[in-house]
């Protein structure tokens, strides 16, 4: 009868090995393990860097919050304001060494502009000039001193009109409207007359002239003594309206007119008058 392989007496190259025998190539294939010593120091130079680290992590955190606290107070100030324009700084404290920048003091708002409600042109107070002259203001001041504050209106009962000289440019005409007082007493004419254009009938032609805004002050007219307007309209072009036979002239501060020969032609609706100035030039004068 034929035996198993695992019968094989010594000498049998096929047979196996008792498992209670060690390999003997085990020690050249796989060798007992070594470790290789901590280097002395490692551990000490290990906590040294992780002790730096949380230090560097503290000075930081701390830096931040100082800065936090100490950058509150000045924030704070900025945005904190007092009627909308002063700001209020509070006080701040600390030991900063050397010499602490003063804030700029807060500049006051400017006020706002103010306009006139009233278009009406300002009146400007008059110095007295000497007795005789011209005033620089384009007034006429008598022998006796008078002034305009002194001196009443005068009335179209006091005055003669008349269509003066003029001037032209660019395609405008300027035609000056003088008032004269033919009254033995001084009175003063101040700002603009009424003036509307007449056909022979007697009918009004458009509307009365416009007022051209400017400044002006009283002219007061001795016995003799005139003041006049400046009269603006254009060459003829576009629409027109037909010329004017007569003037209607209503002096300032008075519901009595005066009528006079006079050819003026608007077109255009341009046709406004200048507030009177002294002389019988116009203002400005010529």
């Not at 498992?19 to 060798?31: C, H, K, S, T, V």
């Not at 704070?76 to 324009?85: E, H, Q």
């Not at 001041?141 to 008078?146: F, I, Q």
């Amino acid at each position: 009868m034929t035996g198993s392989p695992d019968d094989r007496e010594d000498g049998d190259l096929t047979g196996r090995l008792d498992a209670g025998r060690a390999d003997p190539l085990e020690p050249l294939l796989r060798p007992p393990a070594t470790y290789l010593a901590t280097p002395p120091g490692t551990f000490h130079r290990i906590r040294r860097r992780a002790a730096r680290r949380r230090r560097a992590r503290a000075v930081m955190v701390a830096a931040a919050a100082a800065a936090v606290l100490g950058g509150a107070p000045y924030l704070f100030g900025v945005m904190s304001t007092n009627g909308g324009d002063e700001l209020v700084v509070p006080t701040v404290t600390g030991t900063r060494t050397g010499p602490h920048p003063s804030l700029p003091s807060p500049s006051p708002s400017p006020s706002a502009p103010s306009h006139p409600t009233d278009p009406t042109p300002t009146h400007h107070a008059p110095s007295a000039p000497s007795a005789g002259t011209t005033g620089a203001s384009g007034r006429t001041v008598g022998p006796s001193g008078r002034t305009p504050g002194t001196s009443p209106m005068c009335t179209a009962s006091q005055l003669t009109a008349s269509l003066g000289g003029g001037d032209a440019g660019a395609g405008n005409l300027y035609r000056y409207l003088v008032l004269t007082n033919r009254t033995s007493g001084a009175c003063q004419v101040s700002g603009y007359p009424g003036l509307s254009l007449l056909d022979a009938g007697g009918k009004q032609i458009g509307a009365p002239a416009t007022r051209d805004r400017r400044t002006y002050a009283p002219v007061v007219l001795e016995p003799g003594g005139s003041a006049s307007v400046t009269i603006h309209t254009i060459n003829r072009q576009g629409e027109c309206l037909p010329t004017s036979a007569r003037l209607r002239v209503y002096p300032p501060g008075d519901t009595a007119s005066l009528v006079i020969p006079g050819e003026i032609t608007t077109c255009d609706d341009r046709f406004s008058v200048t507030p009177f100035a002294d002389g019988t030039s116009g203002n400005p004068p010529a």
